[in-house]
């Protein structure tokens, strides 16, 4: 008995020899690749995204929870009219402590709530107490500008996770359509050939890992590695199949410029890639999922969610999954196009451009959900 014993101890540390000669090997030889691609640079993405104009022009500043956001405290000019920032990044004045009686509006959106083109105080947000209070809505309402250009669904229902609820809102206003739509390449510059094989979601969660994933993303390695795969991947992409599901939101000639650069070289050059064919921002499914959630986030606080269907300046009238949403759901929603396009005026006259109204449709957006809220029994 105690020879056996013998043997199969033996036979353990025989074992245990073999994998330690097998893994240490394997992992100096991890090191060393490491080491090698540290050297080299070899992580260094081939494909970049153009800044957006916003971007360019100094209003965003990287955000780890939602890509970006809005810098604090600005003062400068942005499409003949000044940005002006309160302490916490919202186009909006300092948010005081809440008062007894006050109403507050949490206004969440695109670059349409946020107001491109026109002064801050021209916002349907901005212009919002006026119009309750001419309507006799009866109580004090502060109204708080969270909008920021190119923002998604995703991105607003992350703020109002992660910060929105902090300022105390009666009522959220949700103004989302195109940008869950275009492709992955309209995001900031930050991104590279990985990150546009991405939706807005899977984008966040892989910026997020932890334990190995969390390693794997600082390592040059795996980067290098990732991002060649990424970059054949976009390389094999079939660019005559696709579906373009800007179509499914009234807006089936949309022209996307593309935005996509190859820096392999010296020079950045158009990387030549059919965008309208990559991933949307945000999928059909995300999209359906971040309204639920919106809806779930509100109701578990007893805060009030009112859903805009945004119109644009060649948007057609239409049903999609956001009408369809609010209608199943029973979520009060109102339709932007009335305002945007009303009877008798040229088509387009509302729009300094393809997407964002003059102070004007501003305007006549504040009289509408006016309207909208006054007519909800509380």
């Known amino acids: ?39 080299a640079l070899l992580a260094q993405p081939s494909l970049r995204s153009l800044p957006l104009d916003p971007e360019s022009a100094g209003l965003f500043r990287s955000d780890p929870d939602l890509f970006w956001s809005l810098a604090p405290n600005l003062d400068r000019p942005f499409l003949g009219q000044r940005v002006v920032t309160n302490s916490l990044g919202l186009r909006s004045p300092e948010v005081a402590a809440r008062e007894p009686a006050e109403f507050r509006v949490l206004s969440l959106g695109e670059s349409s709530t946020f107001g491109s083109g026109v002064a801050g105080a021209a916002t349907y947000t901005a212009r919002l107490p006026a119009e309750l209070a001419a309507a006799g809505f009866g109580r004090p309402v502060t109204a708080i500008n969270a909008g920021v250009p190119a923002y998604t669904s995703f991105q607003s229902l992350k703020y109002l996770e992660l910060r929105g609820f902090e300022l105390e809102p009666d009522l959220v206003l949700l103004y989302h359509e195109v940008n869950d739509y275009l492709p992955s390449s309209v995001r900031d510059s930050s991104q590279n050939e990985v990150g546009v094989l991405q939706t807005d979601w899977q984008r966040w969660e892989a910026r997020r890992g932890d334990g190995w994933t969390g390693w794997a993303r600082h390592s040059e390695l795996v980067g290098f590695l990732r991002l060649r795969l990424a970059r054949a ?115 387009g006259a509302l729009f300094r451009d393809s997407w964002h109204p003059v102070a004007m449709g501003h305007a006549r957006l504040a009289r509408l959900l006016a309207q909208r809220i006054t007519a909800e029994p509380r």
């Open 1 to 39: 008995m105690a020879g056996e014993a013998s043997d199969a101890s033996t036979r353990v540390r025989l074992r245990g020899r073999q994998w330690l000669f097998a893994i240490v090997p394997a992992l100096l030889l991890l090191a060393l690749g490491e080491g090698a691609a540290r050297l």
């Open 233 to 347: 991947q976009i390389d094999r992409f079939d660019q005559s199949h696709f579906e373009n599901p800007v179509a499914e939101i009234g807006l089936p000639r949309i022209g996307i410029p593309p935005r996509l650069m190859r820096i392999d070289g010296d020079r950045p050059r158009r990387a030549g890639i059919n965008e309208k064919g990559l991933t949307a921002r945000v999928s059909s499914d995300e999209r359906r999922r971040i309204l639920e959630r919106f809806a779930d986030l509100t109701r578990d606080r007893d805060v009030e969610l009112l859903v805009i269907h945004p119109a644009y300046r060649d948007s057609v009238a239409h049903e999609c999954l956001l009408t369809e949403f609010a209608e199943q759901r029973g979520v009060p929603w109102v339709e932007a196009r009335p305002a945007l396009h009303p009877d008798g005026v040229p088509r």
